[in-house]
């Protein structure tokens, strides 16, 4: 009997071990999905995970953070679930997992909200499409209290390279790059809101001035940028003429 019990303690042991192992090894093959791309989230600058195991699967919780003029803003959480054996699943987004579609008679375009917040999503447009409009919103933020903190997506008339952007736009007040690999082709009569890109689903990286983007000597090709700062400080970025839309996005008071 006491031969019998060991037995079947080792293997437990050895049944657990091995789930752990497949679980394991399952977190590593997301986080080496993240690092091998660009990171996905216009103005996400970086993110926190914490995990929780089960017996047969681990939670992981994500924090996302934005930097909105110098300061950390969580954008969204995420929960998935890491199951030793099948695909990793998504769980819960609390900053929404549906799209509006309705087009906001101030703006002239249909405006998203982040669920968790109710800030503003911000939306790129691709170079080389004819849109029926472009949105100028930097001058609603440039106009905005003095004491807000305001996040802006600009979108460019054509994509540049890091030196070309930087010679162009300086570093100042731009927290990310949006990295566009792909452009869709419109087909005549499709509205303007199936080829806007939702800021959440674009990819890029964030940059800062301690590091200047445009030292890189990569090829990579830059469609537009997330910028942020009090209107005081966004002024400069209405004289940029390679500027073809801008989208109001985060605000918040700085004091």
């Given at each position: 009997?006491?031969?019998?019990?060991?037995?079947?303690?080792?293997?437990?042991?050895?049944?657990?071990r091995g789930?752990?192992?497949?679980?394991?090894?399952?977190?590593?093959?997301?986080?080496?999905?993240?690092?091998?791309?660009?990171?996905?989230?216009?103005?996400?600058?970086?993110?926190?995970?914490?995990?929780?195991?089960?017996?047969?699967?681990?939670?992981?919780?994500?924090?996302?953070?934005?930097?909105?003029?110098?300061?950390?803003?969580?954008?969204?959480?995420?929960?998935?679930?890491?199951?030793?054996?099948?695909?990793?699943?998504?769980?819960?987004?609390?900053?929404?997992?549906?799209?509006?579609?309705?087009?906001?008679?101030?703006?002239?375009?249909?405006v998203r909200?982040?669920?968790?917040?109710?800030?503003?999503?911000?939306?790129?447009?691709?170079?080389?499409?004819?849109?029926?409009?472009?949105?100028?919103?930097?001058?609603?933020?440039?106009?905005?209290?003095?004491?807000?903190?305001?996040?802006?997506?600009?979108?460019?008339?054509?994509?540049?390279?890091?030196?070309?952007?930087?010679?162009?736009?300086?570093?100042?007040?731009?927290?990310?790059?949006?990295?566009?690999?792909?452009?869709?082709?419109?087909?005549?009569?499709?509205?303007?809101?199936?080829?806007?890109?939702?800021?959440?689903?674009?990819?890029?990286?964030?940059?800062?001035?301690?590091?200047?983007?445009?030292?890189?000597?990569s090829e990579?090709?830059?469609?537009?940028?997330?910028?942020?700062?009090?209107?005081?400080?966004?002024?400069?970025?209405?004289?940029?003429?390679?500027?073809?839309?801008?989208?109001?996005?985060?605000?918040?008071?700085?004091?």
């Amino acid at each position: 009997f006491l031969m019998s019990t060991i037995s079947v303690l080792i293997l437990i042991f050895l049944v657990f071990r091995g789930v752990q192992y497949l679980i394991n090894k399952k977190i590593e093959s997301g986080m080496d999905e993240d690092l091998n791309s660009w990171s996905k989230g216009a103005g996400i600058i970086s993110h926190n995970t914490t995990f929780h195991y089960n017996l047969f699967s681990a939670i992981g919780e994500t924090v996302y953070f934005k930097e909105i003029g110098g300061r950390q803003f969580v954008w969204n959480k995420e929960t998935n679930e890491y199951p030793a054996i099948g695909r990793i699943k998504l769980v819960s987004r609390e900053s929404g997992l549906t799209e509006g579609n309705k087009v906001d008679e101030e703006t002239k375009r249909v405006v998203r909200y982040n669920q968790m917040n109710n800030e503003r999503i911000v939306d790129f447009y691709y170079p080389r499409i004819n849109y029926s409009y472009l949105p100028q919103e930097i001058d609603i933020a440039v106009g905005l209290d003095k004491n807000t903190l305001v996040e802006v997506a600009i979108s460019f008339d054509e994509p540049m390279t890091l030196k070309e952007l930087g010679n162009i736009m300086g570093v100042e007040n731009i927290d990310w790059l949006w990295v566009n690999e792909h452009t869709p082709k419109p087909t005549e009569g499709d509205p303007d809101l199936h080829h806007v890109l939702n800021g959440d689903n674009a990819y890029g990286y964030g940059v800062s001035e301690d590091d200047p983007y445009y030292n890189d000597e990569s090829e990579t090709l830059i469609s537009g940028a997330m910028i942020s700062g009090t209107p005081e400080e966004l002024e400069r970025f209405r004289d940029i003429s390679i500027i073809r839309a801008s989208v109001l996005g985060v605000t918040i008071d700085k004091y």
